[in-house]
């Protein structure tokens, strides 16, 4: 029985297009690698930022850990609310409040409950496990062992729910079920190679999917 369900954020509770793609776009013009327009940098959406940063311009890790710093600068103050939660989504974690819920996610633990308070749905998790500004607890395997482990929980009593193929591989590797939603930022088809137990195309297919179907 699935008592514990872990929800990645970006892509999966909230969208934060807007605020991601501005603050990179602001960053490559600060450290010097030109002006882009933002909606080139979606793939940033979900991977670990430093490691998108070094991949996507071809640079060293002095100057991805230069470019998050800077992408910060913005995204502290003005980029983290440039997001707005999917439609329906406090209608289904409503419905899910008698399980415990948490929350599984790549971005800095402080700015994701900034965020989740924001908008009114920090309410409904039991916990926010989030990265640190370090850099540490960016990977998805990893974040999600730190909380079945602090949360002393069975994984065979839980279920990871995100929109890219980090979130359904860190899950496998943990040992549990995972079910990746298309309303987010991966694909179909990445979800799939991923090996997602279950993937649903909308948060009402995923509101039937948790109450009714494989809890």
């Not at 776009?25 to 690698?33: D, I, M, Q």
């Not at 899950?171 to 990746?180: D, E, H, L, R």
């Amino acid at each position: 029985m699935i008592k514990n369900i872990l929800f990645d954020l970006d892509g999966t509770i909230t969208d934060p297009r807007v605020g991601i793609t501005t603050c990179i776009a602001y960053a490559a013009k600060k450290a010097g690698l030109g002006e882009y327009d933002p909606d080139k940098f979606v793939s940033f959406i979900g991977p670990p930022l430093k490691q998108q940063f070094m991949e996507y311009f071809n640079v060293d890790s002095k100057m991805g850990d230069l470019l998050v710093q800077l992408y910060r600068e913005r995204f502290s103050t003005i980029g983290l609310f440039e997001n707005e939660p999917y439609a329906n989504i406090d209608d289904l974690l409503c419905s899910l409040k008698d399980k415990s819920l948490y929350i599984a996610t790549s971005k800095p633990e402080i700015f994701s409950k900034k965020i989740l308070e924001k908008f009114e749905l920090i309410k409904y998790f039991k916990k926010v496990y989030g990265s640190d500004l370090d850099g540490k607890f960016t990977e998805k395997e990893e974040l999600i062992s730190r909380l079945i482990s602090c949360e002393k929980l069975n994984p065979d009593e839980c279920v990871m729910v995100g929109d890219r193929k980090f979130d359904i591989i860190g899950a496998k590797n943990n040992g549990i079920t995972s079910v990746g939603v298309l309303y987010g930022y991966g694909d179909y088809n990445e979800l799939l190679q991923s090996g997602a137990d279950y993937i649903v195309s909308s948060v009402d297919e995923l509101k039937e999917l948790l109450c009714n179907k494989i809890i």
